[in-house]
């Protein structure tokens, strides 16, 4: 076979097709970014966004973006702090440690359902998150009050975003 001007232009162009339509996959599973933030005089800590859609083997990567505050991602979970339970059972739950200001953690996640996180430090000023992953099993439950586990303050409970607002909106950041 003789490789001519035209087939090059071709194979090229096939090369181009193909990337073009790889592309919705790669977006698929592109790295989801949710930030940690703080006002300056520490009167007010937050995750941004604080509630998030994303499909079954997707990322998300924290960054502390707080200048003044180290941070942790820690899912609700028994073996985290003896905290309730509060990601799908068969979910692995994850632990950052502390964040200092510029550091960054990941986790992928590929069991579908509804995940709980919270800042370690910062769980009684409200600092959770909440991440839906696929499209839960409805109705959502919430884990059943355990009195040997740690619970949960009202402003930690109050400061979780609706999974169907969620799911509505693919990202829903702090009023």
Same mark, same amino acid.
């Given at each position: ?14 090369? =181009? ?9 790669? &977006? ?18 937050? =995750? ?57 953690? &990941? ?69």
């Amino acid at each position: 076979m003789i490789v001519t001007r035209r087939r090059m232009i071709e194979a090229g162009g096939g090369l =181009f097709l193909a990337a073009l339509l790889a592309r919705p996959a790669l &977006s698929a599973g592109a790295i989801i970014d949710v930030e940690m933030h703080g006002k300056d005089d520490g009167a007010h800590v937050w =995750f941004d966004p604080i509630g998030i859609h994303i499909e079954p083997g997707q990322t998300i990567r924290w960054t502390n973006r707080d200048a003044g505050n180290s941070h942790t991602v820690t899912a609700y979970h028994p073996d985290m702090f003896e905290r309730p339970l509060r990601i799908p059972a068969s979910a692995k739950p994850w632990d950052s440690d502390y964040l200092m200001p510029g550091e960054t953690f &990941s986790v992928t996640l590929t069991v579908p359902g509804v995940y709980d996180y919270y800042c370690v430090p910062h769980e009684h000023a409200g600092m959770v998150g909440r991440i839906v992953v696929g499209l839960p099993p409805a109705p959502v439950e919430t884990a059943v009050a355990d009195q040997t586990l740690t619970q949960l303050p009202d402003i930690a409970l109050n400061g979780f975003p609706p999974v169907d607002e969620i799911i509505a909106k693919g990202i829903v950041r702090k009023a």
